[in-house]
C-alpha cells in the first residue's frame, strides 16, 4: 500500500471535521480566543500526522 493511500483517509476526516466547525466558529483572527476540547484534540491530531508524514518523507528521501 502506498503512503498516499495511508495518509489521505486521515486527512480526509480531519479537513471534514475542521469544515464542520467552520459552520459554527467563523475562522478569523477575531476567534482567536474561542476554545473547546474538541479544537484542541483536533490540533493535536493535525500536529501528529504532520510529524508522521514529515518522518515518511524524511526516510523516503534518505535520512536514516
Known amino acids: 500500500?502506498?503512503?498516499i493511500n495511508l495518509f489521505w483517509?486521515?486527512?480526509r476526516k480531519i479537513e471534514?471535521?475542521?469544515l464542520e466547525i467552520?459552520?459554527?466558529v467563523h475562522i478569523d483572527d477575531?476567534?482567536?480566543k474561542v476554545y473547546s476540547?474538541?479544537?484542541g484534540e483536533?490540533?493535536?491530531r493535525c500536529v501528529t500526522e504532520i510529524e508522521a508524514i514529515s518522518k515518511r518523507l524524511y526516510e523516503i528521501l534518505?535520512?536514516?
Open 37 to 39: 476540547i474538541h479544537i
Open 1 to 3: 500500500m502506498s503512503d
Open 16 to 18: 471534514k471535521e475542521v
Open 30 to 32: 477575531t476567534q482567536l
Open 9 to 11: 483517509p486521515i486527512y
Open 42 to 44: 483536533l490540533i493535536v
Open 22 to 24: 467552520a459552520t459554527y
Open 62 to 64: 534518505g535520512g536514516n
